[in-house]
Antibody
């Protein structure tokens, strides 16, 4: 059973960089054909896809955040990470990591999610 | 970016009744549409992908239909554990993937 777990600071100051890590267990992050995504949800609001990294290391980002986002992978630790720079209060949200099958997978959509971690941007 | 619009925002239903949720895409997404259920304090859970295929472990009372721009999630007989917020999400070719704003299914 694949499990994902987010970790990182729960409080970030405005203009600084938000950094989160997602640790994958129950399977290798570099095996299979999957995208590993970050999704966020402000309190009481809907879901916003931030971006993803493929097993090969290639990335895709939401154009609305592209200039501030970097997603990377560390296969030796079975982790992938999110960095969001120049944060403001508008970036306060619960951040989720999730797995998505690629075009050859039997399952589409985000089939495994972390439990989410709240990041507050405040001085 | 493809805009996903869900209706209604809130649906009040009695246990045992049928619930019908709608999702509309601003342009065709073919059948590349997923539905998720989210309960308070929890991550979303994948219910349906490919517009109509139930994910592993999802009860048969959940069904999805539609293609192109109009989609429906039907819960045939609401159980107490089904009261939650439901989101649709498109994954058709062009990034970014986008979600609807959600439909809250509440007890009538």
């Amino acid at each position: 059973q694949v499990q994902l777990q987010e970790s990182g600071p729960g409080l970030v100051k405005p203009s600084q960089t938000l950094s989160l890590t997602c640790t994958v267990s129950g399977g290798s992050i570099s095996s299979g054909s999957y995208y590993w995504s970050w999704i966020r949800q402000p309190a009481g609001k809907g879901l916003e896809w931030i971006g993803r990294i493929y097993t090969s290391g290639s990335t895709n980002y939401n154009p609305s955040l592209k200039s501030r986002v970097t997603i990377s992978v560390d296969t030796s630790k079975n982790q992938f990470s999110l960095k969001l720079s120049s944060v403001t209060a508008a970036d306060t949200a619960v951040y989720y990591c999730a797995r998505e099958g690629d075009e050859h997978s039997a399952v589409a959509g985000f089939d495994y999610w972390g439990q989410g971690t709240l990041v507050t941007v405040s001085s | 970016e493809i805009v996903m619009t869900q209706s209604p925002a809130t649906l009040s239903v009695s246990p045992g009744e049928r619930a019908t949720l709608s999702c509309r895409a601003s342009q065709s997404v073919s059948s590349n549409l997923a539905w998720y259920q989210q309960k308070p304090g929890q991550a979303p859970r994948l219910l349906i992908y490919g517009a109509s295929t139930r994910a592993t472990g999802i009860p048969a009372r959940f069904s999805g239909s539609g293609s192109g721009t109009e989609f429906t999630l039907t819960i045939s007989s609401l159980q107490s554990e089904d009261f939650a917020v439901y989101y649709c999400q498109q994954y058709n070719n062009w990034l970014p993937w986008t979600f609807g704003q959600g439909t809250k299914v509440e007890i009538k």
